[in-house]
């Protein structure tokens, strides 16, 4: 049982670039995100998906993009990477988006923007 | 104000003491509040949750919900050196939010 999934797991890149950070899920859940974690501002929400092809901005989505063609994967993508973008990144899901539905952590993906 | 408090620490407590961890909101709509330990380079894990006004127990966990003063806590009973964690505190509202967490070490 994988569950949730996350690739890379440390990721140098440089200023600029482009960079994928890849989430797959096996448990079949609804909800998708996508958070930040840095020092003085604890987890962040980037994006969520309640469902393949719908997607929705969180508190700090700018510079990011997502997509969800499948149920099972929910890709995050920095299109011009900034050093302000260096942190840790989690995906999570959740089996449905009500308020009292448990979100599951992926093992994270560390990014360093030189 | 941010959505969700919680003190930093770091809150050092003796190994069998009762650790005490405390969060503020300020959405009054939030329904559903959480608890996640995250050990360090680790992801966070649910703990507990609680939706109800008053205490919810499990195991050695306790979390206590106030929502008139907007407020949720979580104790610690008989703490472990293995309980030596940072503890963030999640409120869902119109959407999820969490504190900074609170750093805790158990000396044993």
């Known amino acids: 049982d994988a569950g949730i999934t996350q690739s890379p797991r440390y990721k140098i890149t440089e200023t600029g670039r482009q960079v994928t950070l890849m989430c797959h899920q096996t448990?079949?859940?609804?909800?998708m995100f996508w958070y930040r974690q840095d020092l003085g501002h604890g987890l962040r929400l980037i994006y969520y998906s309640a469902a393949a092809d719908i997607t929705d901005k969180g508190e700090v989505p700018d510079g990011y993009v997502v997509s969800r063609s499948k149920t099972e994967n929910f890709p995050l993508t920095l299109e011009s990477a900034t050093r302000s973008q260096t942190s840790v990144y989690f995906c999570a899901s959740s089996e449905s988006g009500g308020g009292q539905e448990t979100q599951y952590f992926g093992p994270g993906t560390r990014l360093l923007v030189l | 104000q941010k959505e969700v408090e919680q003190n930093s620490g770091p809150l050092s407590v003796p190994e069998g003491a009762i650790a005490s961890l405390n969060c503020t909101y300020s959405d009054r709509g939030s329904q559903s509040f959480f608890w996640y330990r995250q050990y360090s380079g680790k992801s966070p894990e649910l703990i507990m949750f609680i939706y109800s006004n008053g205490d919810k127990e499990d195991g050695r966990f306790t979390a206590q919900l106030n929502k008139a003063s907007q407020y949720v806590s979580l104790l610690i009973r008989d703490s472990q050196p293995s309980d030596s964690a940072t503890y963030l505190c999640a409120v869902n509202g119109n959407q999820f939010y969490f504190g900074t967490g609170t750093s805790l070490t158990v000396i044993p």
């Open positions: 448990w079949s859940h609804s909800y």
